[in-house]
Each structure stands twice: as structure tokens, then as C-alpha cells.
């Protein structure tokens, strides 16, 4: 199974080829040079920005105080913005675009409100594309983001966003006057409730006293972010007009872009002494950057410097300039970074004595990299000069470019005045985040192939390739090119682009990769001989499986599928297989590692002989002494038989009697050769036991009623050699009603009723080699039955106890089935006459026979329980004088249940109760002695029948 996997990885970038700036600018990279157009945009010098698909299709864009759709119409709730209302033409406007984490569908729209005399308030609006037909609708806005900086002007000239490393998130950055915010941006969106904050150097001071902070909007500071993140330079806003501005202004910080927080910061004054203007007096003052922008290696900064003032004449200003001979109306300065401290780390890249002459290079402050790697320059512009050769006003603005930011002065090549703009870009370029040299490399991922093919995406700025891979030992060059895959996991490799003038830039990466298993057998031998198992063993190659869970855990999903080349397979990965016929056979092994598969095929490389098939039957059980016969069953021509046991027999022919005269578990091996010398064999296993023998008694010890009548237990010897014993159960008409087989001496017949009839039992062995033993004798339990002699005495007759020789019978009565018998005598007989048979206060008379032998084996028979005939005398008189002598009125009585004994007095009051027949009237009512008389009584009971009976009379109290 073959799968075949492409995909890219991009080092930095999101697209943006078409630019629309202030001033009806714009820009389309599609080509070089750069095509001019003109934006819809009014004269807003810094609020601009576009967003492009990868296809460079305008997907919106705006300008501060809208947001329109790729066709220049205002997007769905895209308008009344709060971005600037006082600013949008001055140099601290900021705005930013960020597409979210985790919806490629979403973008985040970053901007501020910064009116005149009122604290600084950004906010954000979210933006869905894939609404309205991908046409894209603003679904909130105005989204305040809880920061309030109230100095004014408080804020440095761009909002920012850096990559939070190595997490899939980034850092909003806003600075202010004193500090740097950093808010968490993810897949959740901004995080505005935990902002981490860092100080800054950089000092700041408010308006001049009685001035505007109108006039003074071009200063409002600038900050820019290095495209890894790790450096952030600060320039701070202007201090006033009528005092001379100390150079503890501008200020290169290193970001920690994992915390989120400045760790270190470098003094940039020194460096950005270039500056200047011209305040109303035409004095000069000095000034900061007006921007500031980090090259695409963050190994120089760029800050643009131009002549600027409060007059209302610019022209004057400027004359003032060009006539004191400081005509560099403006500087663009690029800084070495690398070469901070030292004298050559700045360099002013256009210092030339040209200023508004025609063909010099004046330069606007305004600079943006380009998605081809460039660095682009707004301003310049020709001078129409009056009479007197003095400017007068500008026609035909122009675009310059850097043709290599990241070489240093002066190989970066200035190309002045390079583009003939439409509109005016003189301050305006635009804040659309992006990182202009994409590197990025796409791989076909040939699954289960040894090598992957990657090759380069990135762009154009880039033309050479190399790629480095095997930690770094080997290096191959070109656009596409096949990396070898040496295991299974990441392909780690480093691609190194390179720019037409040799600019250098790397990117390590890694491919998920699957190295491709190699099938191998191994063949210890390649002849083998028919009937015989043939090894096969699998040495495939392979560094990684699949893993798959298979109830709580996880196991291997390696699979081997063997081909033998006779229609017969196997999926073990080392297994044998017997080949029934003879020839050379082709043997295929597919191996998968739950990922790839692979296969291989050996042919003419196993060769299997002719032999004949072995084989032969024989009893498995026999016992002592046991001549056991074998039978040849083989198939094929042999040449010699051979037979023998573990216990030492041979023999020589097809079909042998062998004896075994001792007990054990034997093997029997056939062993057979034939002409082309293959030998085969085959083997059985033959178990010897020792049998009953002649020794085929069994004896039963007895058969007991087990207490409640409703069970039998039988018992009986332990035999040796017995695999099973069979029990028969007859009833008295000598019927055989039950077969029951047990590997247990004992056994519980129920349910029974026992009382009715007692039944016989027997029982054999089984020997191990299925002999029998003789029936047992049979034994049967007493069957009791009791007779009530009308009170006077109990017979009881019984049936013999079948299987006990000169039996013992033990009578045994209890007033319950639940109270402890006693033995009432002993005899040999099957009759016994309880004499005593009347217990006072019983109510019934309960009997069971014990029948035992000389040896102590006895048997229960059934119990049998009679009541006895109730009975009552009453007296006719007592004398309750205390001597002892008939002193209480008690009935005497036999067999009754629920006696009551009621007296009355003449007068009919009941005067004694008793419940029981042990309890008698002693002649008192209420403890006091009642009268001689003659009283009446009425006794209630019920006799052994059930019958309910009353009895009345008189008794004759005496005293």
C-alpha cells in the first residue's frame, strides 16, 4: 500500500502583494517593479492598510476610519470607526491587522483614538471573511482595550505584535510614555484583563505651554519590533518648541518573547544625532526619528530624519534650509546593530549636497518592507521653482527603494526616485504586519519510500538553495531535491536560502517521515523433505510500528502474511511449515509495520525431497501387564521402520506388538527412512495404569436419613485406581429409578420423602481402564412407624437395616424434632414397646431407630412424632390451708393446646384465669382469701385432633 502526502512549511510571511496607502497611493508587487495604482484612500497619511489572499487578491483593506471589501465598497458594519478622529494624517497614527490563531476565517483590526487634549484609547474590531459570501462583515467593533495612558501625546507611533514563543500565541505591544504593555493573543482571542508591563527609558514631555498639541502631531514618537521579536526600538515624542530637546530619546530594547517583558535596553542617541528642525524663529532644534524600521535579518534599523517646522510657510522654512546650506532636507540613516558603540555603526545613506535640485534624492520619512524583500521609501518629488529660482511648489511624487536592506552601506543600494507614484506619498506607507522574505519549502511525502522529495516555495527574493540534513554531515544543493529517509520519526534538516546579491538567510525544520521496512527471510537451509516442518524465519528490516489498543493496552500492529508457494499461508512472524508434496517452491513474506508494507520473493531456493508420510495408530490407556499393538498407517515408499519407547523397547517392523509390564506414561516414536535419505517421524503417547486387577470388591459403608426425612446420605470405600464411581437407587419394588456417576465416596440423594418408603442403594468403581468393580451390597435405611396405645404405651415396629450384618437398633425419642433425643433402649429386634410412653406436659412423643454395626457404622432412620389422646380430671374440692396438701384448684391434663381455665363465685364474676396447665387456683381473688363455697369453672381447650372442647363443673372451696 502506497500513500503519497504533500505538504508545506513556511518560514515567517502571510501575503500581501497589493498596497494602498494615504494620499491615493498604492502599490502592486505582482510584478518588478512594482506596478503603481491609486487608492481610493483621502490625504490620511499613516491609517492604512491592506489584507490580501494568497492568490493577491485584495481581500480588504482600510483607511482608518473604515473598513472596505476587495471591491472598494464599505464592509458590512465596517464604518464609523473611533481610529484618530484629530490624527489620521499624522505620524502617530497606528493601526494593525492580525489574522486569528485559530480561524483563518477571523482578523483582529488593532486602532486608537488620540484626540486633541484627551487620554489615548485603543480599541480593536473583529472581522469574519467567510460571511456574506466571503465578502466579509465587521461582527463587533469599537472594542475597548481597558488601558487609558492620560499624558498627551502618549503614545510611540505603531501597535505592535510579536510571536510569543515557542507557543502558538503572540504579544499585542502598546507603549506609552513610560511603559511597555504586552497582551496574550490565541487562539481565545486578546487577553485585555492581564497585561504584563515593563518599563521604559525613554523620557517624555507633554505640549509646550500655551502650544497645541495640533502642531506638534508629527512628533508624537515612533516604535518599532524586529521581525524575530527579539528587539524593540522606542523613539520619544517631541518636548516643545521653545526648549532645546536633549538627546535621551530613542532607545533599542531586547524583548523576551517567551515572558513577554523587556530584559535589557542600549542608548540609541548617540547613533540618531543626525536630526533637526526649524522652529517659527528659523532656529535649529533638534528632533527625533520620524520612523524607524528593523531590515528582515534584524541586523540593521533604518530611521528616517527629515526638515520639518511649525511655520505656516514651508517654503520659507525650507529656503532657510537650502540658503544656510543644510540641504539635506532629509536623512535616511541605517544602523548596524551589530556594530553599536563604535563609529561605524550609522551611516546616513543619502547624505549628498542635492536637495531640491532636480534628480537629488529628498526622501519622505515614510518606509515599509516589501513582500519582495525590499526596502520602500516614500517621498521625493520635483520642485517647481518661481522666477527667482526659488521653490515654489512639488509635482510628480516618487518611490525609492533599498535594493538590499539586510547588506550594509553601501551595498544596500539606494535606487533613488525609483517609481513614478500615483497620489502623494510624501509621509505615507503602509502598517499591514508582514515579514517580506518568505521562506518556505513544501515536501511530497512518498510514504514508505527511502527519500522525500522537498523543494522550495519561498520567495523570489531568494534563488539558490541548499539543503542540510544527517546532523549537519551532509549538504545537497538545488529547488528540488531528495532527502534520504535513514528512520522513521522527523527528518531534521536545515534549508539555507540565498538571495541573488548573497544574502544569506537558514531555517531548520523537520518532516514527519516513515522509513520504509525491508522484507527479508532468512533460510537456515534450502532443501527440506516432504512431511517435514521447513523453518522460516523473518529478518525484516523495520525501526518503527504502529501502536493499537487493544483493551487497556497497547500492542504492536506489526503483521507477517508467508506465502509457501503450495496455496497454503501462515501470519506468524517466524514460523514452519510442512510441504506434502515434493519440488521447488516460491516463498513470498509481506511484512507490514501497521504503516508500510513491503514484500519479498526467493525463488528455486527451497527444494523439498520426497519422504514418505509417517504415521500409525495404538491404544492411548491400557493397564498392567499390557501388550499393546501398533499399526503402521504411513503413506510412500519406505525403505526402513523403526520403532521405540521411552522406556527402552524397539522394533524393526511395520506393525509391532509391544509389552509394558510396569506403570507409566510412555512415548512411542516411528521412525521412517526413504531412498533419497529424508527421515520422518511421528509419535504417540501411551499412559500404563495399574487397574483394579483382581481385586473387584467395593464395599458400601451405609446408607443414612438425614435429620428432617427430606435427604439419604450414602458413603462408601475409596478405591484406588478409580476414575468414577456409578450409584444405582432401587425403590421397594425393586426398581431401578436412578443411575447416578461421581468422582466423590459420598452422596445426598434428594428431594425424598423418607417417611413413606426407604429405597436401596449400591454402588461400583471404574478403573482407569475401564474396568468394574463388583456391586457393593446394597443398604437400605430403617422405615419407622409408631403406634399411640391409647395412651398407655407406643409400638414401635421397623424395617431391618439392609447391608448391616447383625444390626443394633437404638430407640430414641425427644419431645420435639428440635430438642435432643435420649435413648429409650436397645435391641436386636425390629419391635420395641415404650411402656413409659406418657411425659407429663408434652404434647407428642418423638421417635427415630438408630441402626449400628460392631464397627461403629450407623444409620438414621426416619422420625416419626405421635400425639398423645388429650385427657382432663377435675377434683371436687381443695383446701388452700398451706399443709402441702391439695391446696390449689389444677386440673389434671394430657395433649391439650390452647387451654383456658376460667372461675367464677355465685354471682357470676370471674375471679381466676389461668393459660397454662401448670398453674393452678390457689383459692385468692385480688390476693385476698375468698370464702368457703361452692364456685364454678369452664376449662377450653383443644384436644390432639383439633377439635375445640369445653368443659364446665363446680368446685367445693374448703377451709
Known sequence: MLSTFLSTSICYGQYNNIWYFGNQSGLDFSSFPPKTISSNFPGYRHAHATVCNKMGEVLFYTDGNAIYQGNGQVMDNGNNLMCNNDFRDSSATSILIKQSVSDTNIYYFFYEEFTINKALVHYYAIINMGLNNNAGKVID????????????????????????????????????????????????????????????????????????????????????????????????????????????????????????????????????????????????????????????????????????????????????????????????????????????????????????????????????????????????????????????????????YLEFPDKKYPACNLKCWAIKAQGEPWFAMPTTTYIPERMRFGYYNNACKDSVSVYNKSDSLYKTFKWVYNNGKDTVQGDTVKLPVLKSGYLRFTMLAYSAYG??????????????????????????????????????????????????????????????????????????????????????????????????????????????????????????????????????????????????????????????????????????????????????????????????????????????????????????????????????????????????TFYIDKPIDASKQNFSYRVKAIDTCGMASLWSSPHQPVLLHVVNQQNENAILNWSAYLGFNNALYDARYASDVSKPFLTLGSTINTTYADVNFIENDWLKKCYYINARQANLLESRSNTVCVPYKSNTFFPSAFTPNNDGLNDEFKPKTLGLTNYLLQVYNKYGMLIFESRSPAIGWNGNYHNEAVPADVYFYILDYTNETGESIAVKGNITLIR
Open 141 to 400: 467593533k469599537n472594542i475597548n482595550i481597558p488601558l487609558k495612558l492620560n499624558q498627551i501625546p502618549a503614545f510611540y507611533g505603531k501597535i505592535n505584535m510579536v510571536s510569543n514563543v515557542p507557543s502558538k500565541s503572540y504579544w499585542l505591544l502598546l507603549a506609552g510614555s513610560d511603559s511597555l504593555w504586552a497582551f496574550k493573543f490565541d487562539s481565545a482571542g486578546l487577553d485585555t484583563a492581564n497585561p504584563i508591563k515593563s518599563s521604559l527609558k525613554n523620557t517624555f514631555a507633554s505640549a509646550p505651554q500655551g502650544g497645541s498639541v495640533q502642531n506638534y502631531r508629527n512628533g508624537a514618537g515612533n516604535f518599532a519590533v524586529s521581525k524575530s521579536g527579539r528587539f524593540l526600538v522606542v523613539c520619544s515624542p517631541l518636548r516643545g518648541a521653545s526648549i532645546l530637546y536633549p538627546f535621551d530619546t530613542s532607545y533599542l530594547y531586547e524583548f523576551n518573547a517567551k515572558t513577554g517583558k523587556i530584559i535589557k535596553y542600549t542608548s540609541l542617541n548617540d547613533v540618531f544625532a543626525y536630526n533637526y528642525w526649524v522652529n517659527s524663529q528659523q532656529s535649529l532644534m533638534p528632533f527625533k526619528p520620524y520612523n524607524v524600521l528593523f531590515s528582515a535579518n534584524d541586523s540593521f534599523l533604518y530611521a528616517s530624519f527629515f526638515c520639518a517646522c511649525d511655520a505656516q510657510d514651508n517654503f520659507k522654512v525650507r529656503r532657510y534650509c537650502y540658503a544656510n546650506s543644510f540641504n539635506e532636507l532629509s536623512r535616511l540613516v541605517q544602523v548596524d546593530l551589530y556594530a553599536l558603540g563604535t563609529d561605524s555603526a550609522a551611516r546616513v545613506i543619502n547624505n549628498r549636497n542635492e536637495g531640491f535640485k532636480t534628480g537629488g534624492c529628498d526622501l519622505g520619512p515614510g518606509m515599509a518592507l516589501g513582500p519582495d524583500g525590499k526596502l520602500y521609501l516614500s517621498g521625493g518629488r520635483d520642485v517647481i521653482y518661481d522666477s527667482k529660482q526659488q521653490p515654489a511648489g512639488y509635482k510628480n511624487h516618487y518611490i525609492s
Open 503 to 744: 544574502f544569506k538567510r537558514s531555517m531548520a525544520d523537520s518532516i514527519p517521515v516513515l522509513k520504509r521496512p525491508h522484507a527479508k527471510i532468512n533460510l537456515t537451509d534450502t532443501a527440506g523433505c516432504q512431511w517435514l516442518a521447513f523453518t522460516f524465519k523473518d529478518s525484516t528490516l523495520t525501526d518503527t510500528a504502529q501502536q493499537i489498543k487493544q483493551g487497556n493496552q497497547y500492542v504492536l500492529a506489526s503483521k507477517w502474511l508467508w506465502r509457501f508457494g503450495d496455496g497454503d499461508s501462515d501470519t506468524l512472524q517466524n514460523t514452519k511449515h510442512t510441504y506434502t508434496k515434493s519440488g521447488i517452491f516460491p516463498v513470498q513474506l509481506i511484512y507490514s509495520n501497521g504503516f508500510c508494507t513491503d514484500s519479498i520473493t526467493v525463488q528455486n531456493k527451497v527444494n523439498i525431497l520426497a519422504a514418505p508420510k509417517p504415521g500409525f495408530t495404538c491404544d492411548s490407556f491400557a493397564c498392567i501387564p499390557a501388550q499393546v499393538k501398533i499399526t503402521d498407517k504411513s503413506i510412500g515408499l519406505v525403505s526402513k521402520y523403526s520403532y521405540t519407547t521411552s522406556s527402552g523397547l524397539s522394533d524393526s517392523v511395520a506393525s509391532p506388538i509391544l509389552t509394558f509390564k510396569n506403570v507409566g506414561t510412555y512415548a512411542i516414536y516411528q521412525t521412517l527412512t526413504s531412498s533419497t535419505g529424508c527421515v520422518t517421524k511421528d509419535s504417540a503417547s501411551l499412559k500404563i495404569s495399574q487397574g483394579f486387577g483382581t481385586n473387584l470388591n467395593l464395599q458400601m459403608y451405609m446408607a443414612s436419613v438425614l435429620n428432617g426425612d427430606t435427604a439419604v446420605a450414602i458413603t462408601w470405600q475409596s478405591k484406588p485406581y478409580t476414575i468414577k464411581y456409578l450409584i444405582e437407587k432401587k425403590d421397594q419394588q425393586n426398581k431401578i429409578i436412578l443411575t447416578q456417576t461421581l468422582n466423590d
